[in-house]
C-alpha cells in the first residue's frame, strides 16, 4: 500500500509537470485537480484526529503560510534563495528521523528524540522551504520573458508552495494532536 501510495504521488505530480500551460490549460487543471485529489486522499487519515482539531490545525496553518509568504514576498533581497544547500541537508535528516521513528518506539529516548526531529524539526524545516519556494516563484515570475522560449507556468511554480503548506498542515495536526493544545 505505501509503494502504490508513494507511484500514485510521484505519477500524478509528474503528469502536472509534463502538461503544458499555454498549449492545454483545461487539460492542465484537470491534472492539478486529479493530484490533489491523489494528495487528499494521503492526507484524508488525519480525519480520525477529529473536526475541531483540524479546523484548529487549519487555521494555524493559515497563519504560519501566510505569515512566511508576506515576509518572504517583502523581503528586500532575494537572501531565502540562498538557502537551497542547507534546505537540502535538512530535509535528509527529517526523512532520515521520520523512517527511523517508524522502526524505534517513541517510549524510548531515543525514539523519541527522532519523533521530536521529524514533527518539531519537519515544521521548521517546511517554514524555510515555504520561505525559498515563495521567492522563487517571485524571481521566477519577474525574469522569465513573456515571449521566451521558456513560457512561465503558474502551477509548476507553485507545486512547492503547495507541498510545503501541507507538511506544515501535518505537523501542526499531529503537534496537536500529541496533546500540545489540550487543556487539563
Known amino acids: 500500500a505505501i509503494g ?10 509528474m503528469l502536472v509537470r509534463s502538461i503544458s500551460y499555454q498549449d492545454s490549460p483545461i487539460a492542465k487543471h484537470a491534472a492539478w485537480m486529479m493530484h490533489s485529489g491523489v494528495m487528499g486522499a494521503v492526507v484524508a487519515p488525519l480525519t480520525f484526529l477529529g473536526g475541531p482539531l483540524l479546523v484548529r490545525a487549519a487555521w494555524y496553518t493559515a497563519g504560519i503560510v501566510g505569515g512566511l509568504s508576506t ?10 534563495l540562498n538557502m537551497g544547500g542547507p534546505l537540502g541537508i535538512g530535509l535528509g535528516f527529517v526523512l532520515a528521523s521520520s523512517i527511523g ?3 524505534l518506539p517513541p517510549t524510548s529516548a531515543f525514539g523519541a528524540g527522532l519523533y521530536s526531529v521529524a514533527v518539531y524539526g519537519g515544521l521548521v524545516l517546511f517554514g524555510m522551504f515555504l520561505l525559498y519556494d515563495t521567492q522563487l516563484v517571485v524571481k521566477r515570475a ?14 509548476n511554480a507553485c507545486m512547492g508552495i503547495y507541498t510545503d503548506t501541507l507538511n506544515i498542515f501535518i505537523r501542526v495536526a499531529t503537534m496537536l494532536a500529541g496533546g500540545g493544545g489540550v487543556r487539563k
Open 4 to 13: 502504490v501510495t508513494f507511484a500514485a504521488m510521484i505519477g500524478a505530480g
Open 71 to 80: 515576509v518572504a514576498m517583502c523581503a528586500p533581497s532575494e537572501k531565502f
Open 101 to 103: 521513528s517508524m522502526f
Open 142 to 155: 519577474e525574469t522569465l520573458p513573456y515571449y521566451g522560449v521558456t513560457k512561465y507556468d503558474p502551477i
